[in-house]
């Protein structure tokens, strides 16, 4: 159900309709949960006995892992973002560094899709580019920023040098540390092969891992699927384990041992020690003997088991370290660090979550919110009520222990309810104020003000009528119910609770006694921007949406969002003037009955536009602000959430002085959109809407000062404490709810798994559905098969991490998965029993990793195809909607050879006929009975029927050029957008999905 991003169930016989995977409406990426750090796509591992280093690959980071406390913690780069930069700890940024190794106080990076090598302080994060130029990739040798790589996958050090393997050069190249000169050491750029001999004689197949033991270089040789041994002492290069180029699984000797895919190695004592990943086990090779010896893991058989040797299982193990007699594995797709003791071949997982990418640390959180916009600390500062705006819900957050649960509200489902705790509904509540044990709440979408009661949990509508915008105060309502419109935020001076209606654009009073509505300062339903003293003339304020208020000593502190700026409302006099923003007046006049009257207009000049946008810090006027909403204070000073310019600022109340936080960003991520806060002693609690987390300030450093500079603001930390950044969707600490972003393909593979091609996460999911036989409930399990949750892209797994760019169409035969991969124009396909990722046709580009648009019947990646949508088979061949071509294709599933069948390339229409006669108009869905193959021709809003084995093709329902949907019979049908069908051959049936009408539908064969 691609919208509401859910997994449906229909009972055809009861038409029964349940949901069985994911929450409607969320789109996410979250496959589990559980409080343990994350990791994604994790390759390269290091360790000095102390720390292990990890090169946590997708997320861009190295990470570090205490092994006496197993705490992870973050030690160069941007946690999820990706980019170049040298700097220390979050101010560096990789792109997908994948291997990783110890020399001294330093770790060396290759910084794969960077093309670069980086030196990283292993103390303090300080991270240098020493050779290589970001985004320039080649073959040359030379000193530091002038040598060029393409795609670096391994990395190791003698003491001396640096070698490095330059995987897509098929070379060795060996680096100096200290003057950064890179030397290619074996093999001759972009010339693979397989051979054995002298520096210029020797070829490699995409070189991987390496590993150094004396004056020998061992050499993980990806795709000639062996382990090769360069003596350094004489330039000769040897197989010593693995039967080139023949892959499988194999222990034994040399010609009888095998591998598939081996990846990484390290060495200890007599032994090498490789993760052969396409088996997805550990191998021992023994360097004299040469034999070859299965540690742990069971080949062909991917999981995330922890056990003994062959009872264990890994997933597609990346990279390898050993440390005495303790084996690190970094299980790539597992998103795991697994420990293999090789005395007993016990395996454990040391950190992350199997199955679960993500970027925490162990430290944090893994709850997920959208767009929370405020925070509530209770009255004894144990428990954060988070306003989760975007899941119209409200959060509770334990603050010792971290743990986030649901309060109140439904997630995804916006209401009105009253109740008691998730029984109520809200509709995108924006902010809040507590008094005592109720928290009155803006629920902005229903136009009202909210009571809970944090004892009871029960909420009860306090001021407005729910989903009636208005603008009347109570003694002005004829039923006498006041009216607001998008009320933003509130806030009390313990009599009174006074409401930024934003809608309105004033601000409104409610007696907390009476529950009598007036309006406090402006004009409802007009904006703009006067004071009570314009020019020396009394004047009527006027506001412009405001959205941020907040009470403190008789005066309401506004941030009048609209405007700019921040105003004063003096509750005593009723007097509203400018506190601090950039205003800009010119005089007009107007003709008033007959005579020249001048009046002043006034704008407020966002942050950015102003005169003073080279210095947005200032005093009054002289200060800018960019749509200033959320504000909090501590008596003395503003705390303001200038959304707009992501910044959060320091405003002195007196004078309106304006400071900006310089706050060291923890894990490098920059304020988004910040929303709304709140101050409880030395902590500023803050909701980063945009980034959909929850964050602190430590002002501890403020406490004591008796005047607060620029200066002062600069480091202080901004710690991450409850959601995942970037991560939009809901899901508790307690538990998860799965999580899909517009998936549309679905298969069954006949043993109870259900495989959904999720369409905006860019992977493959699988869905297991156990029933407890004793109680007959049914529990649902939900994991990534394939691909990398949120990034498009495309690989392959033979050189990594696959990933697809909005795969669509999915069919299973013989527990192969096959892939219409929409957007790369390529057919994939996905070993269910080791999820290696592999290519069945289309145009493809090995080194730049992109698919391309085409239209030639061909062999495999000579074949071209545009935007192919639907797949099936009927076990010898795959059929396919190729969409963009306006064609249907046939694929022997054995070779990968392409025949179009059906259509004209590129020429849309509608005309039956047989083959390169029939046209058909960008069709979607496909399935298979027999002899035909029916097609939801989507543009022509018609169901076709062609014979597969002739390409004659007929409208088989629907009238073209109809776009409404009408049931009757099948000439009579109509049909709007139909994208999807299914049938069998037990079922006299086509059931298909029109996506605009929102229905399942059935058409007799």
Not at 15 to 23: D, E, F
Not at 689 to 703: E, V, Y
Request: glycine content about 12%; charged content about 20%.
């Amino acid at each position: 159900d691609q919208n509401n991003h859910t997994i449906r169930k229909i009972d055809i016989k009861t038409n029964a309709v349940s949901t069985i995977a994911g929450y409607q409406g969320i789109a996410g990426v979250d496959d589990g949960a559980g409080k343990a750090a994350r990791f994604a796509y994790p390759e390269g591992i290091e360790t000095d006995g102390e720390y292990l280093y990890v090169a946590d690959t997708l997320n861009h980071a190295i990470r570090k892992i205490n092994l006496s406390t197993y705490i992870v913690t973050t030690l160069a780069g941007r946690r999820g973002q990706y980019g170049s930069t040298d700097g220390s700890g979050s101010k560096a940024l990789f792109r997908s560094p994948t291997a990783i190794v110890l020399l001294g106080d330093y770790l060396y990076i290759a910084d794969t899709n960077n093309f670069t090598i980086r030196r990283v302080n292993k103390n303090s994060g300080d991270t240098v580019t020493i050779a290589g130029s970001p985004s320039q990739s080649g073959s040359a040798d030379g000193v530091g920023g002038d040598a060029r790589f393409n795609f670096s996958l391994g990395i190791t050090t003698d003491g001396q040098y640096l070698y490095i393997a330059d995987t897509y050069n098929h070379t060795i190249r060996r680096l100096d540390p200290v003057t950064g000169e890179v030397y290619t050491l074996i093999g001759k750029a972009e010339n693979a092969g397989y051979h054995d001999g002298t520096l210029t004689e020797a070829q490699f197949y995409y070189p991987h891992g390496l590993a150094v033991k004396g004056s020998h270089l061992y050499i993980a040789d990806l795709w000639n699927e062996a382990i090769r041994v360069l003596d350094l002492s004489n330039g000769t290069v040897s197989t010593i384990a693995g039967t080139p180029p023949n892959s499988g699984f194999a222990d034994g000797p040399p010609g009888i041992g095998r591998f598939y895919s081996p990846a990484d190695l390290t060495v200890s004592g007599d032994y090498l020690y490789v993760a052969d990943r396409g088996n997805n086990i550990i191998r021992r090779v023994d360097i004299f003997t040469e034999d070859i010896l299965t540690v742990a893991g069971k080949a062909s058989h991917s999981g995330v088991t922890d056990a003994k040797g062959d009872e264990s299982r890994f997933s597609t193990p990346g990279g390898v370290v050993i440390d005495g007699d303790v084996l690190y594995v970094a299980d790539t797709y597992n998103h795991t660090i697994r420990k293999v003791d090789i005395l007993t071949s016990d395996v454990t997982t040391l950190a992350g979550t199997p199955g679960i990418s993500g970027t925490s640390d162990s430290t944090e959180s893994p709850a997920i919110f959208n767009s929370p916009t405020d925070v509530i600390v209770d009255e004894e500062g144990e428990n954060l009520y988070i306003i989760d705006t975007g899941n119209h819900v409200i959060r509770r957050m334990n603050l010792p222990t971290g743990e986030v649960r649901r309060f109140a509200g439904y997630p995804d489902e916006a209401g009105s309810l009253d109740g008691i705790g998730r029984d109520a509904r809200f509709n995108s509540p924006k902010r809040g104020i507590r008094i005592g044990d109720k928290i009155y709440i803006t629920d902005t979408g229903n136009h009202t003000i909210r009571k809970i009661d944090i004892v009871t949990e029960e909420i009860t509508t306090f001021a407005g009528e729910s989903g009636k915008a208005g603008s009347v105060d109570t003694d002005e309502a004829l039923n006498g119910i006041a009216r607001f419109k998008s009320p933003g935020d509130i806030a009390t001076d313990g009599l009174y609770l006074y409401v930024a209606d934003t809608g309105n654009h004033a601000i409104r009073k409610i007696d907390l006694t009476t529950r009598e509505v007036v309006t406090a300062a402006g004009i409802r339903g007009s904006s703009g921007l006067v004071d009570s003293l314009m020019n020396n003339v009394v004047s009527t304020p006027l506001f412009n949406s405001p959205e941020g208020i907040v009470w403190y000593d008789k005066i309401l502190y506004v941030s009048d969002t609209g405007n700019h700026i921040l105003r004063k409302v003096d509750l005593t006099t009723g007097e509203v003037s400018l506190l601090a923003g950039d205003v800009s007046c010119v005089d007009e006049v107007e003709e008033v009955s007959g005579s020249p009257v001048t009046k002043r207009v006034c704008t407020g000049q966002p942050l950015g536009t102003s005169a003073y946008n080279n210095s947005t810090d200032g005093t009054g006027k002289t200060a800018a602000f960019s749509g200033p909403t959320g504000i909090v204070t501590d008596g003395k000073y503003l705390y303001v959430m200038d959304t707009g310019g992501n910044l959060i600022r320091l405003v002195k109340m007196s004078t309106g002085e304006t400071m900006t936080f310089s706050y060291s960003e923890h894990k490098g991520i920059r304020t988004n959109s910040p929303s709304g806060g709140e101050l409880v002693g030395n902590l500023f609690y803050l909701a980063d809407r945009g980034n959909h987390i929850i964050r602190k300030l430590d002002l501890t450093s403020l406490a004591n000062l008796t005047k607060i500079d620029a200066q002062n603001l600069s480091g202080i930390p901004l710690i991450t404490i409850a959601g995942t950044v970037s991560a939009k969707g809901y899901r508790s600490s307690d538990g998860y709810s799965p999580q899909f972003n517009r998936p549309i393909g679905i298969a069954a593979d006949g043993k109870g798994n259900i495989y959904v091609a999720d369409t905006g996460n860019h992977t493959i999911r699988k869905i297991v559905i156990s029933t407890n036989p004793e109680t007959m409930e049914e529990t649902v399990g939900v994991t990534t098969v394939a691909g990398t949750p949120g990034v498009a892209g495309f690989m392959n797994s033979e050189f990594g991490f696959p990933m697809f760019n909005n795969p669509r169409g999915i069919c299973i035969v013989d527990n192969v998965l096959y892939v219409s991969d929409s957007s790369n124009h390529l057919i994939r396909r996905v070993n269910l029993n080791t999820g290696y990722v592999g290519l069945v046709a289309g145009l493809s580009d090995y080194v730049t990793n992109t698919g391309s648009p085409g239209t030639a019947d061909s062999t495999g990646a000579a074949a071209g195809f545009n935007d192919p949508r639907g797949i099936t088979s009927d076990g010898t061949y795959l059929y396919v909607t190729d969409t963009g071509n306006h064609t249907i294709r046939r694929i022997l599933r054995t070779t990968g050879q392409v025949k179009t069948i059906a259509g004209m390339p590129k020429e849309g229409g509608y005309l039956d006929g047989v083959g390169f006669d029939s046209r058909f108009r960008y069709p979607r869905g496909i399935t298979v009975d027999g002899d035909y193959l029916y097609v939801a021709d989507t543009g022509n809003n018609v169901l076709r029927r062609v014979n597969k084995n002739t390409g004659e093709v007929l409208t088989f329902s629907g009238n073209t050029g109809q776009s409404s949907f009408t049931p009757g019979e099948r000439d009579e049908a109509r049909f709007n957008n139909i994208i999807s069908l299914t049938t069998a051959s037990n079922t006299p049936y086509v059931y298909f999905s029109d996506s605009v009408e929102n229905i399942i539908g059935k058409v007799e064969k």
